[in-house]
């Protein structure tokens, strides 16, 4: 269906490899489908007993979703008051892939060996098993492109720890393999050079019976600890600021803390979109409350409608990926001109269509 990915079946491993390296694997829709498809066949196939999915190259396991080209339908088409038909399916069937993964009824392992954010997110998080190493970069980085981290980001950021999630959520932070463990978006770490011959022991694993609990003791004769984690020597800075329900009074908290973590922060969310913040700590507090990742990637995909019709998606797509010269102009500019009626309107589902 795409040269951008490659399927495998190794003894009793289905093995997904993103190859989309100029782009470090990020998700273009067609992979996006080849990988639903397949999913769907193996998971039905008896002679496949788990998913191993990684990226090809040494840099990336995924970068994220293709918003390049999601953006572009919109200058293609011109129509700005509703949602292009891509934008629809891309969003649409990446979030529904992301809950195919999180209810697949095999083991699902992700090697996360490199850059990691957006929809590489998703398409590992929501696994059972999740590969960190020392190259692995992880972020959720929307909100400096005007969107919000989505992906089923409303559902696991805000079960880390404390308010780790809601820090990574409205920064776009990026961390390393010791804070994915920390954060529990990896479930274990070994250096790269280890992989291969993991894989090599995967695919000569019998599977039959507790194909999981024998996938676990692999993993665990493979792990090594990781370093201590950088996000735990500011966790208590972070629990404090960032429980507040309002980003200005999270940014005068931050600003009254003084040190220079605290400092550093601030600066982060002031570049990012006004809009995306408090759109995206809304989404945080909701997504506390959902009953289910399905009923949080509705509340997204009637989120992302709203996204793809406002003015900072595209502004910052064009900023940070098109023409590169990273001075987005934010509509509005300031977090005070965002307003709570604004906020609520990404939230409201009338007039848009379901997951």
């Not at 891309?90 to 209810?103: A, C, K, T, W």
């Not at 463990?181 to 993991?198: G, R, V, W």
């Not at 600890?225 to 600021?241: G, N, Q, T, Y």
């Not at 009254?256 to 601030?266: I, K, L, M, P, V």
């Amino acid at each position: 269906m795409t040269e951008d990915v490659r399927f495998e079946v190794q003894g009793a491993i289905g093995c997904i490899t993103l190859d989309r390296q100029r782009a470090l694997n990020s998700l273009t829709l067609d992979m996006i489908r080849a990988m639903q498809v397949q999913l769907d066949a193996w998971a039905e196939d008896p002679k496949v007993g788990a998913i191993l999915i990684e990226g090809a190259g040494e840099k990336s396991f995924c970068a994220g979703g293709d918003v390049v080209a999601v953006r572009r339908s919109r200058l293609e088409e011109g129509e700005t008051g509703k949602p292009t038909q891509l934008m629809l399916d891309f969003f649409g069937e990446e979030y529904r892939l992301n809950r195919s993964i999180s209810d697949y009824p095999k083991p699902y392992i992700a090697l996360l060996d490199g850059v990691t954010m957006g929809g590489g997110v998703g398409i590992s998080v929501h696994g059972n098993f999740r590969i960190a190493t020392e190259r692995t970069l992880f972020a959720m980085p929307e909100t400096g492109i005007g969107l919000f981290p989505d992906v089923g980001g409303g559902w696991f950021l805000p079960r880390c720890p404390g308010e780790l999630g809601t820090y990574l959520a409205l920064t776009g932070a990026m961390v390393k393999a010791a804070d994915c463990l920390y954060i529990e978006a990896a479930t274990h770490f070994m250096p790269s050079e280890t992989l291969q011959a993991l894989r090599g022991e995967l695919v000569t694993l019998d599977l039959d019976g507790d194909a999981a609990g024998r996938i676990s003791v692999l993993l665990s004769e493979h792990a090594i600890p990781a370093e201590d984690a950088p996000l735990a020597e500011h966790r208590a800075v972070i629990d404090s600021a960032f429980a507040h329900d309002r980003v200005e009074d999270i940014l005068a908290a931050l600003k009254a803390d003084g040190g220079s973590f605290a400092e550093e922060t601030a600066a982060m969310l002031e570049h990012r979109s006004p809009t995306s913040l408090k759109v995206t700590l809304e989404m945080v507090r909701r997504g506390a409350r959902c009953a289910s990742l399905a009923e949080d990637l509705a509340m997204e995909f009637t989120m992302v409608q709203s996204f793809m019709i406002a003015d900072d998606f595209f502004e910052g797509v064009r900023a940070l990926l098109v023409d590169k010269d990273r001075t987005p102009k934010w509509t509005p500019s300031t977090l005070e001109a965002v307003t709570p009626e604004m906020v609520a309107a990404y939230f409201e589902s009338d007039g848009k269509i379901g997951l």
